[in-house]
């Protein structure tokens, strides 16, 4: 009787809504002991997974202009950030820019005027065509989306041991005319592309004072240390880089106005003595048989894990500030292009220009 006077009450059309509910789940919700039913049609929304947070690489990378803070290099070489960076030219007297897409011509300004140093020194002192120059850092610094662990803080920068042509590069032939190794095999330079005016440009490199270290490629570091006949205090500079048979890597000192840096002790293991040790025993290495391995190890080898993102929290804090702070000048018009590879130990820099088209113009105000 109790359930037909509340139909009595009802409004026109609630007596079918209680059929489709049920009697007891309506009256349930009617005393509100139970909570609604939720509606048939709309199924319920599904939870959203927490967003992941960006790697520190995604968002250094990102940023296309500089932070507009005092200049200061924060942190350390491979773990650290970059304010108020300042843009290398991508022209100059003696040098040019190359792989203008990456935005990496960056640095902390006492690096920008050792590359505008070296340039101008290297042609005037001991003829040198010009410098071709790679990678420096981002407008921020911070770890790269490819291709280094350090050139973080705006001290470091790679320098292409080809020399630079007697005429301007496209846009296009600077992100894609490769660099020139110096190795004739694993153990020695080619003596056709490495001239004693290679000998010279290192050498002008390693003996600034602001200068921490010069990688270079164990084969060569062996022939500077031949070509000026031992040990010279230039030489302890030098230090023996797997890998680093195109270009030259100058590491400079910290500032002194940049409070944070974190800079390296001198370098070890840079006498010629461990030259030739590396010489005697890469050789011996080479020269022993390989044993092929057995088809069933080659199937047990795991496949390599991908490698571990930094992220902003694992760097300097006030990287975060570098991050957050308003960004100086304009952004640079330039294109994106796909970096051509690293080039093979024989690399030939002559055929991968041909049919460029016409130079773009240099459109970042910030060279001006």
């Not at 505008?116 to 989306?145: F, Y």
């Not at 301007?168 to 330079?189: C, G, H, P």
């Not at 003595?273 to 005697?280: F, L, S």
Request: proline share 11%.
């Amino acid at each position: 009787m109790r359930a037909l006077r509340i139909c009595d009450c009802l409004a026109p059309g609630a007596a079918g809504r209680l059929a489709s509910l049920g009697v007891a789940a309506f009256l349930a919700a009617a005393s509100g002991l139970a909570p609604a039913v939720a509606d048939p049609v709309k199924p319920p929304l599904p939870e959203k997974a927490p967003k992941e947070p960006a790697a520190a690489k995604d968002l250094f990378g990102a940023e296309n202009r500089p932070a507009n803070l005092a200049s200061r290099s924060i942190g350390f070489y491979s773990k650290g950030c970059l304010a108020g960076a300042k843009e290398l030219p991508i022209d100059g007297p003696n040098w040019q820019a190359m792989r203008l897409s990456r935005n990496r011509n960056w640095g902390h300004p006492r690096l920008i005027r050792l590359v505008e140093k070296l340039a101008r020194d290297a042609a005037e002192k001991d003829g040198w065509p010009g410098l071709l120059v790679g990678d420096l850092a981002q407008p921020r610094g911070g770890p790269m989306t490819s291709g280094h662990a350090s050139h973080q803080v705006g001290l470091d920068v790679d320098v292409w041991l080809n020399p630079m042509p007697d005429r301007r590069y496209s846009y296009e032939e600077r992100e894609k005319v490769s660099a020139v190794s110096m190795l004739k095999d694993t153990l020695s330079v080619d003596p056709n592309i490495f001239t004693p005016e290679h000998v010279k440009l290192i050498k002008r490199a390693a003996s600034y004072r602001e200068v921490d270290r010069v990688g270079v490629n164990p084969a060569i570091k062996l022939a500077l240390c031949r070509a000026e006949g031992g040990d010279k205090p230039w030489l302890k500079k030098v230090q023996m880089w797997p890998g680093h048979h195109y270009h030259m890597h100058i590491r400079i000192k910290c500032p002194p106005d940049s409070a944070g840096c974190k800079g390296q002790s001198p370098p070890t293991n840079t006498s010629c003595a461990a030259a030739e040790k590396w010489y005697r025993d890469t050789k011996a290495y080479l020269e022993r048989p390989k044993k092929p391995k057995p088809p069933e190890v080659a199937k047990r080898e795991k496949p390599e894990k991908p490698k571990r993102q930094v992220m902003l929290s694992e760097l300097p804090k006030a990287c975060r500030a570098v991050l957050a702070a308003a960004p100086a000048g304009t952004p640079p018009l330039r294109d994106i292009v796909t970096p051509s590879r690293k080039p093979d130990n024989r690399a030939d820099a002559s055929g991968a220009a041909a049919a460029a088209p016409a130079a773009r113009p240099q459109a970042a105000p910030s060279h001006q």
